[in-house]
Every structure is written in structure tokens, then in C-alpha cells.
């Protein structure tokens, strides 16, 4: 049986046309393609508040994808926005936390991209940098200016790490973020690094598979050159497992 991936949907407010504002449920598709190249199902987990109906859809999957997206909201690890702060939905971001923490509650391989791997930090009791800015010696460009599927920097895992047996010492990654880990929430280690120090993934400790890396190796996959694949197909390991 191939096992079922939801990837949490995101909203798109639309601009013009004749529909000016309506919010439409979406999900990237390099998302979809990524889950379909590894032998997975994909299902995307329309955003709602009602807990009921999240944990009715949290309970039909073997896997979950936190996908990318807004801002997270800085009210969420008791801080004010500061000037560096973009577009917040806060009820996306409750739809995350809910979302998490039913998947969790019930053991489910966990893999969250760029604002997901940021939102798994915030669900544990995080926080964020709002903007790299703030951290002091940072000086690489984590906003890239080329193709999603190209690399742009290299990041260096922790031996023992489940990504150090994924890709080695060090991989080349995309970078499409803003923010970044400051506080670690409760059980999650810093596993991956930048060359200027910035956290470029996480896992928390005492799960199979609850892991959240800030780049999109979604993104990636498509690129013959890239080794981002094996991510997905470790995941999928995991969400096979009865």
C-alpha cells in the first residue's frame, strides 16, 4: 500500500480578475510531484479551524508535510512585530499548530518546510528570529536570486543526525526565507548550520521521523543534479511503516 501524505494547504488571496480577494485552498505542486516520485499519495489538508475536522483529516494520513507560506505570526512566541515583519494569517497558523499537535499526538513522521519547520519550533515553544538581519554575522544571501531548483549555499549536519545519514557532512541547498530559529522549542535539536550560523534544520528528539529543514527541497527534486530526493525517500520510509 502506498502511503497517504497530506501537505498542509495554504490560502491565495487573489489580486484582479473578476474575483478580486477570494481565498482559494492551494498547494504548490512540486509538492505533489516530490510525493508522487517517491511512491506516495498526496493529499492536500484544506485549511480550517474546526479541531474536530482536523483530527479527522490528521487521522487519514500516514504522513504529513508542513508546507511553506506566510510570515508566522510573533504573537505566537510573545513577541511584538518589528518593522522587519511581512504578511501574517494568523488563522493559518492555528490551523499548523492544531495540525501538529494532533499529528504528533498520534506518532505520525512529521516533515516541515521553510514556515513549517518554523511553525513545528513555535508549536514546542520556540522562537523566531523575525528577519536574519537580527543575528549577529550573518551574511549570506537566504533570499536567492535564481531557478527554486538551484542551490545557492551549502549546509554543514551534525554527525548522529538522521539528515547526516541522508546526506553526508555537508549538501547545497536553495534558500528562500527571511526568518529564522532563535529559541529551540522543547525536544528539538539543532542539527544543520550555515556558514554564518543560521539553523537550516531541526528533529525532535524520542520520534521516528519529526523533522523540519528551512530550505525546499520540493523545490529540488526536479534538478538532476540534486540529491534532495533522498529526503523524501527516507520520509516515506517512515510513513510506510504500519
Same mark, same amino acid.
Given at each position: 500500500?502506498?502511503?497517504?501524505?497530506?501537505?498542509?494547504?495554504?490560502?491565495?488571496?487573489?489580486? &484582479?480578475?473578476?474575483?478580486?480577494?477570494?481565498?482559494? %485552498?492551494?498547494?504548490?505542486?512540486?509538492?505533489?510531484? %516530490?510525493?508522487?516520485?517517491? =511512491?506516495?499519495?498526496?493529499?492536500?489538508?484544506?485549511?480550517?479551524?474546526? !479541531?474536530?475536522?482536523?483530527?479527522?483529516?490528521?487521522?487519514? *494520513?500516514d504522513g504529513l508535510i508542513l508546507? =511553506?507560506?506566510?510570515?508566522?505570526?510573533?504573537?505566537?512566541?510573545?513577541?511584538?512585530?518589528? @518593522?522587519?515583519?511581512?504578511?501574517?494569517?494568523? !488563522?493559518?497558523?492555528?490551523?499548523?499548530? $492544531?495540525?501538529?499537535?494532533?499529528?504528533?499526538? $498520534?506518532?505520525?513522521?512529521? *516533515?516541515?518546510?521553510?514556515?513549517?519547520?518554523?511553525? /513545528?519550533? #513555535? %508549536? /514546542? &515553544?520556540?522562537? /523566531?528570529?523575525?528577519?536574519?538581519?537580527?543575528?549577529?554575522?550573518?551574511?549570506?544571501?537566504?533570499?536567492?536570486? %535564481?531557478?527554486?531548483?538551484?542551490?545557492?549555499?551549502?549546509?554543514?549536519?551534525? @554527525?548522529?543526525? $538522521? *539528515?547526516?545519514?541522508?546526506?553526508?557532512? @555537508?549538501?547545497?541547498?536553495?534558500?528562500?526565507?527571511?526568518?529564522?530559529?532563535?529559541?529551540? &522549542?522543547? &525536544?528539538?535539536?539543532?542539527?544543520?548550520? +550555515?556558514?554564518?550560523?543560521?539553523?537550516?534544520?531541526?528533529?525532535?528528539?524520542? $520520534?521516528?521521523?519529526?523533522? =523540519? #529543514?528551512?530550505?525546499?527541497?520540493?523545490?529540488?527534486?526536479?534538478?538532476?543534479? +540534486?540529491?534532495?530526493?533522498?529526503?523524501?525517500?527516507?520520509?516515506? @520510509?517512515?510513513?510506510?511503516?504500519?
Amino acid at each position: 500500500m502506498r502511503p497517504v501524505i497530506g501537505v498542509l494547504g495554504n490560502i491565495l488571496i487573489m489580486e &484582479g480578475g473578476i474575483l478580486p480577494g477570494i481565498e482559494r %485552498a492551494y498547494v504548490n505542486y512540486d509538492y505533489i510531484d %516530490a510525493i508522487i516520485k517517491v =511512491g506516495g499519495v498526496p493529499y492536500i489538508v484544506p485549511m480550517n479551524l474546526e !479541531e474536530e475536522i482536523i483530527a479527522k483529516q490528521i487521522s487519514l *494520513l500516514d504522513g504529513l508535510i508542513l508546507s =511553506g507560506g506566510f510570515d508566522v505570526n510573533p504573537l505566537l512566541y510573545g513577541e511584538q512585530p518589528s @518593522k522587519h515583519q511581512d504578511y501574517t494569517y494568523p !488563522e493559518i497558523d492555528e490551523f499548523y499548530l $492544531k495540525s501538529i499537535n494532533f499529528a504528533l499526538d $498520534k506518532n505520525i513522521p512529521i *516533515l516541515g518546510i521553510c514556515k513549517g519547520m518554523q511553525m /513545528l519550533n #513555535v %508549536a /514546542l &515553544g520556540g522562537s /523566531l528570529y523575525q528577519d536574519i538581519s537580527q543575528v549577529e554575522g550573518s551574511y549570506i544571501k537566504h533570499v536567492q536570486s %535564481a531557478k527554486r531548483s538551484t542551490p545557492t549555499h551549502s549546509v554543514s549536519f551534525n @554527525k548522529g543526525s $538522521k *539528515l547526516y545519514k541522508i546526506f553526508g557532512e @555537508k549538501t547545497f541547498i536553495n534558500s528562500y526565507h527571511h526568518q529564522c530559529v532563535k529559541k529551540l &522549542g522543547q &525536544g528539538l535539536m539543532a542539527v544543520a548550520f +550555515s556558514d554564518d550560523n543560521i539553523v537550516e534544520a531541526i528533529e525532535l528528539e524520542g $520520534k521516528d521521523f519529526v523533522v =523540519g #529543514v528551512q530550505w525546499h527541497p520540493e523545490m529540488m527534486v526536479q534538478n538532476p543534479k +540534486s540529491n534532495m530526493i533522498k529526503l523524501f525517500e527516507e520520509f516515506i @520510509k517512515f510513513a510506510g511503516r504500519e
